[in-house]
């Protein structure tokens, strides 16, 4: 590869060449024939937008505030499960590279920096991702922790009652039978001088950060995959909404909602947010792409919460094509993965950069200076 990676694509090729087979495919794959992970970034392909002209574009500026986050686009980087496997302490290097391009981080509840870690590191709020799990009172804790490190805003994730079928870990071993072989080679790496947890736990290293009070023996991943298998809360509903809302007193965002009538659910349950996504094609795969499904639910709830929109933004085109279609910002997961992979904490900065001069540049040239001016009017479909 010897031209600097600009594209996602770029940074994909990138993390593939550095990153073992296994998580490599782990990151880029979706659940079964990967057809709505596909669509997922066709989707944006049915959408055109507007070119105006002599409109006086001289004063473009691309922020907005993003559940009371004052950021400098409307881009948040999404949580990812484990994304500290993918490069040395990989949350908090994420969490640096959002924080100098102003926008918000997610860390994930499965994430191997803990949440404390990342705070420290930019001295910013960031948001926390939640999964439900059986023992609520881990969860109060969880959120407890999360909270008093600096944690603002919660993004409860209700699309994985169960994980999808994703065939490529089945292959190689990450999950099913084989998944402990495969995840303990993986903690050798993370152990490695390459990978090395150099943040320590109650003074020694953990592999898994926010879990490391609760999984028995938090160093070992045979453990890990055992607890998330048993605490993984199928049985949730509308009514846990309720309750968290009791626990939890900061914002809150629903993530995984593709339907006009869960958007209601979420708005009545009182979501300060709601994020359309299909959980990047890793999930239910078939359902329609997130972008066919914003329009909808925009329209039908904008005015009383936040959309979001996550799966398939692959460059700054796509983020104003969601603007038009009624999202006040969006989620990037793989991209920031495939950046951070690829070419570390400088890749993330400068992959956040492209967004950002793509957006500034695609508003100038439909000729408007603010987000709120990219309406309806400004795309079409094809
Ligand atoms: C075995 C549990 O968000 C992903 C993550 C969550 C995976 C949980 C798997 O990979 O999509």
Redo the contacts with the bound molecule.
């Keep these: 590869f010897n031209v600097n990676p600009v594209t996602v694509d770029d940074y994909r090729r990138l993390a593939r060449r550095r990153l073992p087979r296994f998580l490599f495919d782990?990151i880029d794959g979706g659940a079964n024939a990967e057809q709505t992970l596909a669509d997922n970034v066709n989707g944006f392909d049915r959408y055109r937008l507007k070119q105006r002209v002599m409109r006086n574009v001289d004063d473009v500026d691309t922020s907005t505030t993003l559940a009371g986050f004052e950021a400098a686009m409307p881009l948040t980087l999404a949580?990812?499960?484990?994304a500290g496997m993918f490069a040395r302490r990989g949350e908090t290097q994420g969490a640096r590279a959002a924080n100098a391009n102003s926008i918000p981080f997610t860390c994930?509840t499965?994430g191997i920096c803990p949440v404390e870690e990342i705070i420290r590191a930019t001295g910013k709020p960031i948001w926390f991702q939640l999964?439900m799990l059986r023992d609520r009172e881990v969860v109060q804790s969880l959120l407890k922790r999360a909270e008093a490190a600096g944690v603002n805003t919660l993004v409860f994730?209700v699309d994985?009652p169960v994980?999808?079928k994703?065939l490529r870990d089945f292959r190689n071993g990450m999950?099913g039978t084989n998944l402990c072989s495969k995840l303990s080679k993986a903690a050798q790496l993370l152990y490695s001088p390459r990978w090395i947890v150099d943040v320590a736990i109650k003074g020694k290293p953990h592999v898994i950060g926010n879990l490391s009070e609760v999984v028995p023996n938090p160093d070992d991943l045979n453990e890990y995959?055992a607890f998330?298998?048993s605490q993984?809360d199928a049985s949730v509903t509308w009514k846990d909404i309720e309750w968290l809302r009791t626990i939890w007193p900061g914002k809150l965002i629903i993530k995984g909602v593709m339907e006009v009538e869960d958007a209601q659910a979420a708005v009545a349950a009182g979501a300060d947010g709601v994020i359309v996504s299909n959980?990047?094609g890793?999930?239910l795969d078939s359902v329609s792409s997130s972008i066919a499904k914003l329009p909808a639910i925009a329209k039908a709830v904008g005015d009383q919460t936040e959309v979001y929109i996550d799966s398939g933004i692959r460059n700054g085109i796509d983020v104003v094509k969601a603007i038009a279609l009624g999202a006040r910002g969006v989620l990037i997961g793989r991209p920031w993965i495939y950046a951070m992979a690829g070419a570390g904490e400088q890749g993330v900065n400068d992959l956040l950069n492209n967004f950002q001069s793509e957006i500034r540049t695609a508003m100038a040239l439909m000729g408007v200076n603010r987000l709120e001016e990219i309406t309806g009017e400004l795309i079409e479909a094809v």
């Design positions: 782990y949580p990812v499960g484990m994930s499965l999964y994730t994985l994980p999808g994703r999950l995959k998330i298998d993984f959980h990047g890793r999930q």
